[in-house]
């Protein structure tokens, strides 16, 4: 049985720091692109970073870019989002997800497995 658990979320003030964490079982992690994704109440889900087989294939989103690092850590079967100098806007449920394809892509169509989302606040 695949799983991706998600963890890491909170409430956080602006300009504050939090890490997820995405924790996966029951597939080669090391041949999935891993990807973050986010959905704010009454909006679609949106792609926030993603990273491929090797590490130093990642991707982001223009809001997040130079705020957010992704990582994974293969020996671990384990993906992070580390989210500094967080915005209100930022707000929203994030989700961790599994795409089998070679190429990192930003649609959630593509992805094969997701987690359950943690809850992400930014207070002003």
């Known amino acids: 049985q695949i799983q991706l658990v998600e963890s890491g979320g909170g409430l956080v003030q602006a300009g504050g720091s939090l890490r997820l964490s995405c924790a996966a079982s029951?597939?080669?992690?090391?041949?999935?692109?891993m990807g973050w994704f986010r959905q704010a109440p009454g909006k679609d889900r949106e792609f926030v970073s993603a990273i491929g087989w090797s590490t130093s294939n990642t991707y982001y989103a223009n809001s997040v870019k130079g705020r957010f690092t992704i990582s994974r850590d293969n020996a671990k079967n384990t993906v992070y989002l580390q989210m500094n100098s967080l915005k209100p806007e930022d707000t929203a449920v994030y989700y961790c997800?599994?795409?089998?394809?070679?190429?990192?892509?930003?649609?959630?169509?593509?992805?094969?497995?997701w987690g359950q989302g943690t809850q992400v606040t930014v207070s002003t």
């Open positions: 029951g597939l080669t992690f090391t041949r999935y692109v």
């Open positions: 997800a599994a795409d089998s394809n070679v190429r990192i892509t930003t649609s959630p169509a593509l992805y094969d497995y």
